[in-house]
């Protein structure tokens, strides 16, 4: 645990800076790095990690052999060569800590209807001392805050004494395809921290979540003869409620799993996007469906894709039109496992002493009923993966933001635990 003058420097430090941290994060929200959209950002972070001297590495998705991981998750709308990944690393002559991989996504989800937001969604406006915009929450309050943790260990004129990565990944929202990627560009240590905003919270645990699209056919008819067609959308709906059915078995199910037993309902469906029709006084010839669904950290993945299709198979045997006209599911996103960061380790005991010595309390876990990048730590390259990270609200809602006071404090915990995690050299 770093000594008490040791946290008082890295907290005159993380103050000293915080107002360059604002700005920022500030510049980080002004990018609308949506989905495929996410190079310029990537680029301007590219320098500003070389201004910073770490060794810059820019790759695409397309740089290595994602294919061919079983993990890799399907992606048919985005082009991976314009998928950009940063890796800014920072090597250690002669280590004497343990080595560390920071990580935060950049990709935000699409911002919505512009007009729902108070303040407008990339503008980063402050107010009563929150931030706003899309992504200042989720999750680029906390790639600023690994980012300034690095810095106070710099400005108190400090070096790690072990190996740092420091990566900023796409694909997070859709697929995890931007994390994978770095583990298989090569990049590895002795922990992984991903500072999604949890609000100070350690995520114990969190679900898989699989991306499906439903294709249904219609037979176009003039609507005043209705009876001799078939309404495309109107199927899709009945093969919606079949899987919200599905999801009340699955969620009567997870009642006995060790870990959201006491969650109600934390297998959620959605369908969140549906395209359809062509005319409003023609029966729709077709209508597709874009769903999530979760699953919970112990089902296969394969296993929970058969349910689903069996799910849908059997809704279109009992109506009339899809039983001779079956309906398609085809996964275009998201095929992955949930998580669990198993009590006990080392990396999250160091956090914990580091988030106590900030925040005066303990570490609270939490368990999620979302997915994120920790699971290719955790669960493949037998990498402790610990997602913890500052306070916001509006996740993928409009007027998302973060509370500033809590991103600095959580600044200061993450340099605290890199200071103990990797140990402090002076600087060079
Ligand atoms: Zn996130």
Redesign the pocket.
Known sequence: MPDQALLDRLRAAVTANFAAETGFLAELVRFPSTRGNEAPLQDWLARQFAARGYEVDRFSLADVPLAQHPKASPMVEVDPARSVQVVATRRCPNPAGRSLILQ??IDVVPEGPAEMWTHPPYAAVIRDGWMYGRGAH??KS?VAAMVYALDALASAGLAPAADIHLQTVTE??STGNGALATLLRGYRAEAALIP??TGGTITRAHTGTLWFRIRVAGVPVHVAVAQTGSNAILSAFHLIQALQDHTRQINEAARQDPWYKDIDSPLKFNPGIIRGGDWASSTPAWCEVDCRIGLLPGTEVADAQAAVERAVAAAARGNAFLANNPPSVTWHGFLADGYVLEPGSEAEAVLARAHAQVFGAAMPARITT?V??TRFYGRYFGIPGLCYGPRGEG?HAFDERTELAHLQQTTLAIAAFIADWCGVRPLA
């Open positions: 935060g996504h989720d999750m906390g997070e929202e999604e905003p979302a994120n990048d996740a």
